[in-house]
């Protein structure tokens, strides 16, 4: 099992856009999300810290939990997080981080279990938590 937790804002992995510079024989892809390159950054540091350079080339099951920043307007306590980023956008951005890290693939996800909510208060810092568990340890012989 990998467990590691990853601080600051989460950046969802939106939509990738390709375009054809003139003369050029292969498009340019972009994504217009701000933060996403740094976001996997501190994923990747995080789950290599962890992974210790090993590569899971089994199953795997995926938990993660996005704490986001509470809005002032928002009193303190659990409440779930029910706007913008999405949560699969979410998931993606931090899957795709984790391959050649953690895995070999994000394929190798069978089973993904994820929430986001806001975090308890407004001093406290927004984070995503991981747990990584490759499909052979969660069965009984």
């Not at 892809?29 to 994923?43: H, N, P, R, V, Y």
């Not at 995080?46 to 993660?64: E, F, S, W």
Request: net charge positive; proline share 8%; no cysteine.
């Amino acid at each position: 099992m990998i467990r590691f937790t990853v601080w600051g804002d989460a950046a969802p992995k939106g939509s990738a856009r390709a375009f054809m510079p003139k003369g050029w024989s292969r498009p340019i892809i972009t994504s217009a999300t701000k933060g996403l390159k740094a976001w996997e950054g501190k994923i990747m540091a995080a789950a290599g810290a962890q992974a210790n350079g090993v590569l899971l080339t089994d199953p795997v099951i995926v938990r993660i939990a996005f704490f986001l920043s509470r809005p002032k307007s928002k009193k303190s306590g659990p409440i779930p997080h029910t706007t913008r980023p999405d949560l699969d956008k979410l998931i993606r951005g931090a899957t795709d981080a984790l391959t050649g890290i953690v895995w070999k693939d994000d394929a190798q996800a069978v089973e993904i279990r994820a929430t986001k909510v806001y975090v308890e208060t407004h001093d406290e810092a927004p984070r995503a938590e991981f747990t990584i568990i490759p499909l052979y340890e969660t069965r009984t012989p």
